[in-house]
């Protein structure tokens, strides 16, 4: 369809509104939705209306229906999965996406947004440490990356065995054998189903989830047959990673194609501080990892990376007379699995251009210090408080209930406004009747202590080594806060 382009102002202007609204809101919002998924559908849904109504008035029935269902996940409050925000440049590059709504299948037809995908692609290649000659595709996420590069995979192993995929199918081939370790992420075993590759063979890991190196190189000895090994950068609950290095020299070895599934782990390889933690990545021969998570772009956005874009363009790769091809890099088309699709590395390319290289690197220390603090929030300690004990902002608890152990919260009980607050060794401070009869919340606690930040919070304004004084005003046993800070503050 076409419309002139003073019939969209409306809408967009009320989606702007909107929009700007929420993400004003997100820093105070509670995080849990108000609402399930039946109530909102009982809002949006039921027989559809005979007519049309005015396009504006489309985004506030929408904004008004869908909101008291939407969780918080871009505030800095939300610690659920591995889900952030969205930087600035990245959201307002998405907007321009769809409003340049173009369909990114071929070089020819869409060059402009074709091109920022390959500019993002070379720096997504430099940043990671990856081979300069590597095939990048942008594809949904970490399951389709996952299911792209271990399509490469398959193709190029049987291949080497001189099966012909393409003409004959999976009938018939030889078996092909991949590898995982005892902790992969699922996602790998549904691409694997869905390739047509059933159940791997597990080999065991570490306490921490790490592949073992020897217990791989014994279920690589003997059986000579095609073989893909999965390697994991970043495992899910301990954020380990496999011995990536070794791993794939021993499985090149035996003839056996490397993927490394590294939804979030794999942009250690960005930071001088993480890159140890990755090394010898770049010896594998493919690579999963998402840009809506660790780099923060729109939902929905996952990276695949192939060293042998040969393979890659046999796997994904489509011919016909409509289809113009030019010369260059190869189209988007042949390297993820849509013909159709939206041009979902452009906001890769804005949020890279925004952060610059420094901007990219500085964000990978503090993320390793959350996952050491979260980590530690899960182990059991002496020092948890009794569930009877009563705090509704963990500013005047006592010292050895720190902000790694309960969280902070403006306002109101925490976690993310459910009613307890968590404490560490899964004990609860509960906030039952911590409000007076003025509002103001009632604080039970030992005499002020100090309280320490590995990290302080932005808004404290306090730099590594820097302390704050004690306010005036601290309550004493039982005392009403009122919301200032009642504790001296020490970051380290």
């Not at 399509?151 to 003409?167: F, H, I, K």
Request: hydrophobic letters at 40%; aromatic letters at 6%; one cysteine or more.
């Amino acid at each position: 369809m076409s419309a002139p382009g003073h019939l969209y102002d409306a809408a967009l202007e009320r989606a702007s509104t909107r929009a700007r609204e929420w993400l004003a809101a997100l820093p105070d919002k509670p995080i849990p939705p108000r609402q399930d998924a039946d109530g909102v559908l009982a809002s949006l849904g039921g027989p559809l209306p005979d007519g049309p109504i005015d396009p504006a008035d489309v985004i506030d029935l929408l904004a008004d229906g869908v909101e008291p269902g939407l969780m918080a996940m871009g505030s800095g409050r939300f610690f659920g999965w591995v889900i952030g925000g969205t930087l600035p440049a990245a959201l307002g590059a998405d907007w321009l996406t769809s409003a340049w709504d173009q369909n990114n299948g071929m070089r020819f037809a869409t060059p402009g947004t074709a091109a920022a995908e390959e500019a993002a692609a070379t720096w997504v290649l430099d940043l990671l440490g990856l081979p300069e000659t590597a095939d990048v595709g942008f594809v949904t996420g970490g399951t389709m990356a996952n299911f792209t590069g271990l399509a490469a995979a398959r193709q190029q192993v049987l291949e080497n065995v001189g099966w012909d995929l393409d003409r004959l199918g999976l009938s018939g081939a030889p078996r092909v054998r991949v590898l995982v370790g005892a902790e992969r992420h699922i996602t790998i075993d549904l691409a694997l189903r869905y390739l047509g590759l059933g159940e791997p063979q597990v080999v065991p890991a570490d306490d921490q989830g790490r592949i073992s190196a020897d217990a791989l190189g014994a279920a690589l000895d003997g059986a000579e047959v095609p073989t893909i090994v999965c390697l994991q950068a970043g495992n899910l609950h301990s954020g380990a990673f496999d011995p990536l290095g070794a791993a794939c020299d021993l499985a090149h070895e035996h003839g056996a194609w490397v993927h490394v599934d590294g939804a979030f782990g794999l942009w250690a390889a960005a930071s001088p501080h993480l890159r140890h933690l990755v090394d010898g990545h770049d010896g594998a021969d493919s690579w999963a990892t998402d840009a809506h998570k660790t780099l923060n772009v729109p939902y929905d956005c996952g990276i695949v990376v192939v060293a042998h874009p040969d393979a890659l363009r046999k796997a994904m790769g489509a011919q016909s007379s409509y289809l113009v091809r030019t010369e260059g890099p190869g189209d988007p088309l042949e390297k993820v699995p849509e013909l159709s699709r939206r041009a979902r590395g452009v906001p890769v390319w804005a949020a890279l251009r925004s952060l610059g290289r420094s901007g990219v690197v500085r964000p990978r220390r503090p993320l390793g210090a959350q996952r050491r603090r979260t980590r530690q929030r899960a182990l059991p300690t002496s020092t948890a408080p009794r569930s009877s004990t009563t705090w509704c902002s963990p500013r005047c608890a006592p010292r050895s209930v720190t902000t790694a152990t309960l969280g902070r919260s403006r306002r109101g009980c925490w976690p993310m406004g459910r009613p307890g607050c968590l404490a560490r060794g899964g004990a609860t401070a509960t906030c039952s009747g911590c409000r007076s009869a003025t509002g103001a919340p009632t604080i039970t606690t030992s005499p002020p202590q100090w309280m320490r930040y590995a990290v302080p919070p932005p808004d404290l304004g306090l730099r590594p080594g820097q302390d704050e004084q004690p306010r005036s005003g601290c309550p004493s046993s039982t005392a009403t806060e009122k919301h200032q800070p009642c504790t001296r503050r020490i970051a380290y």
